[in-house]
């Protein structure tokens, strides 16, 4: 049988690093669904914007006819 001798300083650093790994993928995974969230929400933005200036391009031909229909009168 082989002996070893157990150091539990070396068992505490083992420890504290296998902790520190697991908590940076912790914080990486939460930073990817963050980073997920805010391309969502970037891309809602991004198709009201696209709403507005639909409508706001409404207006103006309205604008314009109505413009164009009092100068007939």
């Known amino acids: 049988m082989l002996m ?6 070396i068992a505490r650093e083992v420890w504290q690093e296998e902790a520190y790994a697991d908590a940076c993928e912790e914080f ?3 930073i ?16 009201k914007a ?4 639909a409508q706001a391009a409404e207006n103006a031909r ?3 006819l ?8």
């Open 4 to 9: 070893t001798e157990f150091n539990i300083d």
């Open 50 to 53: 696209a709403e507005n200036a």
């Open 62 to 64: 309205l604008s314009a």
């Open 32 to 47: 990817a669904a963050k980073d997920a969230e805010i391309a969502a929400k970037d891309a809602e933005i991004a198709a």
């Open 66 to 73: 109505i413009a164009e229909l009092k100068a007939e009168s």
């Open 28 to 30: 990486r995974d939460e």
